[in-house]
């Protein structure tokens, strides 16, 4: 990989999927966004009707598998 060409930093975020209200927790609003430099990248990156909880299940695991793959 030349100087040029960098791994795109991935982040993971949690947020009310548009049109809910999110006032809720237990209700299916939320979603998971898998970040490439800030920035959706492909809609199939984006989980949702999710719990509050489920999201942070979701977005725990895929850093968990972050971390592992860059140990």
Same mark, same amino acid.
């Given at each position: 990989m030349s100087a040029d060409e960098r791994m795109? %930093?991935?982040s993971y975020e949690i947020r009310?999927?548009?049109?809910r209200t999110g006032?809720?927790? =237990?209700?299916p609003d939320w979603e998971v966004l898998e970040l490439e430099d800030? %920035? /959706?990248k492909t809609t199939a !990156? /984006?989980? !949702? =009707?999710?719990t509050f909880a489920e999201a942070n299940q979701i977005a725990g695991m895929w850093q968990r598998k972050k971390d592992e793959a860059e140990a």
């Open positions: 795109p %930093e991935i009310v999927k548009p049109g006032e809720d927790p =237990n209700q800030g %920035e /959706i !990156d /984006i989980y !949702d =009707n999710l």
